[in-house]
């Protein structure tokens, strides 16, 4: 395999495991549908998939660029701060919105809570950090879970997803005393 | 459905932008740098992703899906929506096509949400990637640990606010 594609590198080059897993992945699902529901059934089927994809195309890009403002208009450091000195309940509700707010997947969300880990922040924040950033995380309701679901099942989600991030942080306080009393 | 979904995401880009322009410090040139480096990638996975998401929900079978996940299931299938929740491989460009085809078959409201919940706390393909090589295998096991009551809590709050509005 070729180190990483270089910018002005032909699309087929940019090819990596998990976009062949994906073609595969396709190619196999369309291939049963054909097989157990007939072309009429396969048929339907990718057109339908086809007109999901131009319908959320707008609604994703213009989620991935409220995203990138976010990132902008709150760095990574100014949370880390207010996440690093609370405890008890105002720690476990600043590490719920930071969750909440923290744009991009999981290689944006980890290395702060490496930081704040390493830096004396408390499990059960952590805890509740993750969590929120789980069920409450806003950035990926916007690019994948709206254009799916619809905004009314989204916000029942997330409006019974609130005192989630809290059942996690108290139940992992109680691991932790279980384990070392 | 689909002027909601386009009004909040047009909302909140106008909302950004606009305090992105206020504060001064922030250029637009990089914010759109940034959401362009982050829809590369998608630009070729997305496509085979999303065909694939819908192909394997057409192959779900519909009466048997009803049966342990409807909205009759209650509890047993909140409980069975926490455990295929969580043994779900794939990131969302997988799951969320399901979810749409689930939906549209019958699964209970409670059941989905749950089964999104489990997906979203509990992501073992998540752990092993990404937390566990970074966190170290204590702070996963009391996160999980802690987590294991969170998609059943949301499962049953789903039942009770439908109840109570009901």
């Known amino acids: ?181 | 459905m689909t002027l909601v979904a386009y009004g909040t995401i047009g909302l909140l880009l106008a909302a950004t932008v606009f305090a992105a322009h206020r504060r001064g410090d922030v250029r637009h040139a990089d914010a759109v740098h940034e959401g362009w480096q982050q829809l590369q990638p998608l630009l070729l996975r997305l496509p085979p992703a999303l065909i694939a998401g819908v192909f394997l929900a057409s192959l779900v079978p519909e009466e048997q899906v009803v049966a342990v996940l409807g909205e009759a299931s209650g509890a047993r299938g909140i409980l069975l929506a926490t455990l295929i929740g969580s043994i779900m491989p794939g990131g969302p460009m997988i799951v969320f096509p399901l979810a749409l085809a689930l939906i549209e078959v019958g699964i209970g409201l409670a059941q989905m949400i749950t089964l999104i919940t489990a997906w979203s706390v509990l992501a073992l393909h998540r752990v092993i990637v990404f937390e566990a090589p970074m966190m170290g295998w204590r702070f996963v096991a009391v996160r999980l640990l802690a987590s294991l009551p969170v998609p059943l809590a949301a499962g049953f709050l789903t039942e009770a606010v439908l109840a109570a509005t009901r």
Request: net charge positive; glycine share 10%.
């Open chain 1, 1 to 181: 395999m070729p180190p990483v594609a270089s910018k002005r590198s032909p699309p087929w080059r940019r090819l990596d495991g998990t976009t062949v897993f994906f073609v595969l992945l396709a190619v196999g699902a369309g291939s049963a549908t054909w097989w157990l529901q007939g072309p009429d059934a396969f048929t339907a089927t990718l057109i339908g998939a086809l007109g999901l994809l131009l319908w959320i195309t707008p609604v994703l890009v213009g989620a991935l660029l409220v995203g990138a403002y976010v990132q902008r208009l709150i760095p990574r450091t100014a949370m880390a701060r207010w996440l690093g000195g609370n405890s008890g309940v105002l720690g476990l509700s600043v590490a719920t919105i930071a969750g909440a707010i923290t744009p991009g997947g999981p290689f944006a969300a980890f290395p702060l809570v490496v930081a704040l880990y390493r830096a004396g922040a408390s499990v059960e924040v952590c805890v509740a950090y993750v969590t929120a950033w789980s069920v409450l995380g806003l950035n990926r309701a916007l690019v994948w879970e709206l254009p799916f679901l619809g905004v009314d099942f989204v916000a029942l989600r997330l409006l019974i997803s609130l005192p989630l991030p809290f059942l996690a942080g108290f139940a992992a306080l109680v691991i932790l005393r279980w384990i070392r009393p």
